[in-house]
């Protein structure tokens, strides 16, 4: 708790969020589960995920098939997701600080560069999008021009924080709907798919299982952080209706959005997705475009500066309501995001394509063991305090959380097939890609088998140490 002498006034409690990676007070809490279906349609519904349906086809599957990889994937990894979201108002920390429940205080810790690397690669490749979207309007300003002026928007609302994220994202997911839609309708009067994307010849296993596991990582990209966006709900949230909120949201958005990406695409295929959305839609589908995924980039600054906090806890406590504590670490996070963008924006959609594929291996066996142990081992009951002390409940280290999640590392690189390596069992497979399903199924069969031996927290739900958590806002 902070003095009277520290806490922020209340006109500045009022606007701008205090709080970062600690506990989430009662008296904080506010929402409802449904309110998370708007959420995670406004965060996918966006020219990222055309860009990314786009890509499948670039990869070499035709339109059907795509849409069935589209679905396949977005289908499974949005399960993962929303069973990890739920997860955020039972705890009411950030999800990578609920891993030192599995790994330990300091064994979590290889978590949040992790993380933070994704945050700023996203956001990094969005602005790269923006840029392009905007430079076919006009030529006025370079790319990296762009690029610079761009962030700007983004790190304004983030300044604001939470509140102003969930509204800002439910106000622009209205336009961009049905400013898609209109794509969508545009694209189909354009003209007729070209006879070599509208065949359903089955493609090779390997090619389908790549486009699968695009999406499968672009639905897991958000599980790393996606409680972050439920912390703030009460505790007695609907835990299941949350789970289909969320669910829902995710797979109806993303589909909807790679497909009209991948038509696009399919339909224009010698040019690249953003060129081809100008092609077919006009400069202002570019401009609407460019605005949709504002919101994107402060979304991953935002949880982005909960990485570089949770690095910062391992030597010392910070304060629990500072704006500050919360502020200078997503303006460095945007900073990074907006320089990478800068150095690497001309070959944005290989680099894009081939960032996934590394992550889908970094993140599926934490998923695992995440997942696992919150649902199965455990059923929820976590010691709060102790995520925040190395001598608390969880340990420094906790080594079977560690031994499971390098357990699937180690049964993911033989079925691993990128780009600059191919597992050598890959061949057999038909060059099919299965390392994300060995690598989730495998971390939690052992993590089950290694609990068995007995557990790294004393069963049932402890309160808070110090007594009733101070009132904050969010």
């Not at 995924?293 to 600054?301: I, R």
């Not at 910062?312 to 304060?319: A, E, I, K, Q």
Request: net charge positive; hydrophobic share 50%.
């Amino acid at each position: 708790m902070t003095s009277s002498a520290t806490r922020p006034s209340p006109r500045l409690r009022k606007w701008v969020e205090t709080h970062h990676i600690e506990y989430i007070p009662a008296s904080a809490r506010h929402g409802r589960a449904w309110h998370q279906l708007g959420f995670w349609w406004g965060s996918n519904v966006n020219v990222f995920n055309v860009v990314l349906g786009g890509i499948v086809v670039s990869i070499g599957l035709t339109f059907w098939w795509a849409l069935i990889a589209i679905a396949a994937g977005t289908v499974a990894g949005a399960l993962l997701i929303a069973l990890h979201a739920t997860q955020g108002p039972r705890l009411g920390v950030p999800q990578t600080i609920q891993s030192r429940g599995q790994f330990g205080f300091y064994g979590a810790a290889f978590m949040f560069p992790c993380v933070l690397a994704l945050n700023i690669g996203f956001i990094a490749a969005q602005l790269v999008i923006q840029a392009q979207s905007l430079r076919l309007v006009t030529s006025a300003l370079t790319i990296p021009q762009w690029i610079a002026l761009l962030a700007i928007p983004s790190l304004i609302i983030g300044i604001y924080g939470y509140r102003w994220i969930h509204k800002s994202i439910q106000a622009t997911a209205v336009a961009v709907t049905l400013a898609l839609a209109i794509m969508g309708i545009q694209a189909l009067r354009h003209g007729s798919l070209p006879a070599a994307q509208a065949t359903m010849t089955a493609p090779h296993a390997g090619l389908f299982g790549a486009g699968v596991a695009l999406l499968v990582i672009d639905m897991l990209s958000f599980g790393p952080f996606v409680s972050d966006y439920t912390r703030y709900l009460p505790e007695s949230v609907s835990g299941k209706g949350m789970f289909w909120a969320i669910y829902a949201g995710n797979v109806s958005a993303t589909i909807f959005s790679c497909s009209i990406g991948a038509y696009i695409t399919a339909l224009l295929p010698r040019l690249d997705p953003v060129t081809a959305i100008g092609q077919v839609s006009g400069k202002w589908a570019l401009i609407l475009m460019a605005v949709s995924l504002v919101d994107a980039g402060t979304f991953n600054a935002y949880t982005g500066a909960f990485q570089v906090l949770a690095i910062g806890t391992m030597w010392r406590r910070l304060r629990p309501e500072s704006v500050a504590v919360r502020v200078i670490p997503f303006a460095a996070v945007m900073a990074a995001g907006v320089i990478i963008a800068l150095l690497g924006w001309q070959a944005f959609v290989t680099n894009l394509g081939n960032f996934l594929d590394v992550l889908l291996m970094v993140f599926i066996p934490w998923s695992a063991v995440n997942i696992t142990d919150y649902f199965a081992i455990r059923h929820g009951h976590y010691h709060v305090p102790s995520f925040f002390d190395p001598r608390g409940a969880y340990g420094r280290l906790a080594w079977r959380g560690l031994l499971a999640y390098a357990t699937g590392l180690a049964a993911e690189w033989p079925f691993v097939s990128q780009p600059d390596y191919t597992g050598p069992l890959v061949s057999r497979l038909g060059g099919a890609d299965i390392s994300w399903i060995v690598g989730w199924i495998i971390p939690a069969a052992a993590y089950l088998l290694l609990t068995r031996t007995g557990k790294d927290v004393p069963a049932g739900r402890l309160e808070l140490a110090g007594g009733k958590p101070g009132s904050a806002n969010e």
